[in-house]
């Protein structure tokens, strides 16, 4: 059995900018939305459909954040269900200019 080296990578901290997708500010800012609400639905003991019954958002919603399928949703969507989940959202952004190659995986 032979070693093999690995080359360790540091990541940008979104792994869709690592693997080179073009919408992946939005994609990560999607994911760490959904993250939360996730997280709440946890921590207050939430099936889908108690969700249903306290946000009015149909439970289906609740069931494709959960599964990470976030395709549908848009970023104010999400933000929203946060806010009927009775969440206070605050974003901060910052922004810098683009390399022409931000990816740590490209080479």
Same mark, same amino acid.
């Given at each position: 059995?032979?070693?093999? &080296?690995?080359?360790?990578? &540091? ?9 080179? +997708?073009?919408?992946? +500010? /939005?994609?990560? *800012? $999607? *994911? ?6 996730? $997280? /709440?639905?946890e921590k207050e003991d939430l099936s889908t459909r108690d *969700?249903?019954?306290? %946000?009015?958002?149909? =439970? ?13 949703? #848009?970023?104010?969507? !999400?933000?929203?269900? !946060?806010?009927? !989940?009775? @969440? @206070? /959202?605050?974003?901060?952004? %910052? #922004? =810098?200019?683009? %390399? %022409? +190659?931000?990816?740590?995986? *490209?080479?």
């Amino acid at each position: 059995m032979s070693e093999e &080296q690995l080359e360790l990578v &540091q990541g940008s901290g979104n792994v869709y900018r690592d693997f080179g +997708d073009v919408d992946a +500010d /939005v994609r990560q *800012a $999607k *994911a760490l939305l959904a993250a939360e609400i996730i $997280k /709440v639905l946890e921590k207050e003991d939430l099936s889908t459909r108690d *969700a249903q019954v306290r %946000t009015g958002i149909n =439970h289906s919603e609740f069931v494709q954040i959960r599964r990470a399928n976030l395709g549908r949703f #848009t970023i104010d969507r !999400l933000i929203s269900i !946060l806010g009927r !989940l009775n @969440q @206070q /959202v605050e974003i901060t952004i %910052t #922004t =810098h200019p683009r %390399t %022409t +190659d931000s990816s740590p995986m *490209a080479s």
